[in-house]
């Protein structure tokens, strides 16, 4: 009966996350540390304004010195507020916004979801920057001051609109743009509207001219995770060489699917498909050095996506280059890209038997003497040490007390965030490089719903 076979799905999903809470490092923490916890979240709940879950740093402080432990350790408080933040209980970004503490991670995610609410909501559009908003999804300081509460963004505010812009940006949810309005303007992906047909539109972008055939890039699962996509579009547009391709100011294919770049001489489209990532790519005749070019793209592409997905918390993500499988004319789906021995083939996804030699349209993309890129794997998280709760008694394990109980949440892993291009005629000044851990808000490019991450303190040790 399928109630018999839920059951059989649950006992193994749970014995699987036991395997994995068994393979993790435990920590043991000062029992103060879950006070501090409780009481900063319970202090942020009781404020008389409307800026619930945020304190500033000073009010953290002033809240730890109320424990004797923190009395006589001085410098605990710092150590106890990176151990929260490590874990995303508590959010902390201290070279963006120093004085503000997230002690409410669901906060943050909740003004970005405003920002979406407010590019759907039904309204009468006037004004550049609102125009610019709801056509093409670029945002500024002014969209702010219109879409969340004034408590938190503002001139009186927790943080000013561009402390925010700049947060949003660090957390590759927004990327700047260069153009030649008055208010720095920035790209929202998630917010870009769909193309039905992306590989049509991919041939409009290029005048129809002929184009080299896709390198296609699969993900194990068999579809590329929700918020992949717009978050390497967001860094990519934050690198150097890549740019949004414009015709007259404006973008000149820019979907939430498919994109258009600029890459030093050549065009560049991404399309977003189900169960891939797809590079088009024109280069212009003249360029002696093609193949060079396609091998730098594709590295490129390669390294930013692993760094993304650690962003978005996904710990196990692994990439394979492929292209359309030669069997099927229609493009229904993709074969892997194979080497070995020195020789490249495909092998077809649908039929695993099937396979042959890289067709001649593809060999530009061929990298036979080009090392392969290892996909990066997260370190193994060092996670708080805590008893089995009611998970371990309905586990399959002959001792189920016998292994310690850890949160399933793995830690963040810090990105390094290049600072934002400026205009030409602006002075760049100096920036500093973040290396402080980042939340995986952007997680809303496919589906705008984010609930806090919080870890049970329950039983600590």
């Known amino acids: ?30 029992m103060a540390w879950f006070g501090l916890e409780l009481a900063l979240k319970q202090a942020s709940q009781i404020q008389s304004s409307k800026t619930k879950g945020i304190l500033t740093l000073k009010q953290c402080q002033e809240e730890a010195i109320t424990f004797e432990y923190f009395k006589k350790n001085s410098g605990q408080f710092d150590a106890a507020l990176e151990h929260l933040v490590k874990y995303n209980i508590f959010l902390h970004y201290p070279k963006i916004l120093p004085d503000v503490v ?37 945002i500024s300081a002014p969209i ?6 004034s408590e938190y963004v503002g001139t009186d505010g927790v943080f ?44 409009e972008v290029f ?17 590329a995770p929700s918020g992949v996509f717009c978050s390497l579009v967001a860094t990519l547009l934050q690198s150097e060489n890549w740019e949004l391709c414009t015709n007259d100011g404006k973008p000149e294919c820019c979907f939430r699917n ?50 993304v997905a650690k962003g978005l918390q996904y710990s196990n993500l692994k990439l394979q280059d492929s292209i359309w499988c030669p ?36 060999q530009d993309w061929m990298m036979t003497d080009v090392p392969a890129i290892p996909i990066l794997e997260p370190p193994a998280p060092t996670l708080p040490h805590y008893q089995r709760s009611m998970l371990a008694s309905h586990s399959p394990s002959p001792n189920p007390d016998s292994r310690p109980m850890t949160s399933l ?48 303190w329950q039983d600590r040790k």
Not at 104 to 122: S, W
Not at 212 to 223: D, H, K, R, T
């Open 1 to 30: 009966s399928s109630g018999n076979e839920d059951k059989k799905i649950v006992a193994e999903v749970r014995k699987e996350i036991l395997q994995v809470v068994d393979n993790m490092e435990t920590e043991d923490t000062p």
């Open 327 to 362: 069997l099927h004319p229609e493009r229904k789906h993709v074969a892997l890209w194979r080497r070995r021995g020195g020789k490249e083939y495909y092998q077809c996804t649908e039929q695993t038997k099937s396979n042959g030699p890289i067709p001649k349209e593809y």
């Open 409 to 456: 949440t793995p830690a963040a892993t810090p990105l390094e965030g290049p600072p934002k291009k400026r205009r030409k005629h602006e002075d760049t000044g100096t920036q500093q490089k973040c290396d402080f851990p980042t939340v995986p808000v952007a997680v809303i490019a496919d589906n705008i719903t984010a609930t806090s991450m919080t870890v049970s």
């Open 258 to 307: 498919c994109i258009t770049f600029s890459y030093q001489e050549t065009v560049i489209t991404l399309v977003d498909y189900f169960s891939h990532l797809s590079i088009y790519v024109n280069i212009p005749t003249h360029l002696n050095t093609q193949k060079d070019l396609l091998v730098t793209i594709r590295n490129e592409i390669h390294e930013t996506i692993p760094t």
């Open 102 to 138: 997230f002690c409410d991670p669901q906060v943050l995610l909740t003004m970005v979801t405003q920002i979406v609410q407010h590019h759907y909501k039904p309204r009468l559009v006037h004004g550049k920057c609102e125009i610019m908003f709801k056509e093409n999804a670029y």
């Open 207 to 223: 005048d129809n001219k002929e184009l080299l055939s896709p390198l296609c890039i699969s993900f194990n699962g068999g579809c």
């Open 144 to 149: 702010l001051s219109r879409c969340i509460s």
């Open 160 to 203: 000013s609109p561009e402390s925010f812009l700049n947060l949003l940006s660090y957390l590759k949810i927004i990327s700047f743009i260069n153009t030649i309005d008055s208010y720095d303007m920035y790209l929202m992906p998630a917010l870009l509207r769909n193309c039905i047909n992306p590989a049509s539109k991919a041939m």
